[in-house]
């Protein structure tokens, strides 16, 4: 397991200290979950499942069709 050493900003720091607290996680727990989020480009597994479990979205044509006519706009 890699180490990495960063330098924030005393405000910055003191936001990341909040939200680990908040999150129940060490700091170095909660900057590890931040990182694998911004780098994790797969999507999860429930996700992929979903796909095609649904009709197609109906076209604007279709969602169109029942809204009526707009008013007479005035001129400028």
Same mark, same amino acid.
Not at 4 to 32: P, R
Not at 48 to 66: K, M, V
């Given at each position: 397991? #890699?180490?990495? %050493? @960063?330098?924030?900003?005393?405000? @910055?720091? /003191?936001?990341?200290? *909040?939200?680990?607290?908040?999150?129940?996680?060490?700091?170095?727990?909660? =900057?590890?979950?931040? @990182?694998?989020?911004?780098?994790?480009?797969?999507?999860? !597994?429930?996700?992929?499942?979903?796909? #095609?479990?649904? /009709?197609?979205?109906?076209?604007? *044509?279709? !969602?169109?069709? /029942? =809204? #009526?006519?707009?008013?007479?706009?005035? %001129?400028?």
């Amino acid at each position: 397991m #890699g180490q990495v %050493t @960063i330098y924030l900003e005393d405000e @910055i720091e /003191n936001k990341m200290v *909040e939200a680990a607290q908040s999150a129940h996680l060490s700091k170095s727990k909660w =900057i590890a979950q931040v @990182i694998k989020e911004k780098v994790d480009s797969q999507w999860p !597994l429930s996700v992929q499942e979903a796909a #095609g479990s649904w /009709n197609d979205f109906p076209s604007a *044509e279709e !969602l169109r069709e /029942n =809204i #009526g006519k707009d008013t007479k706009r005035e %001129t400028l």
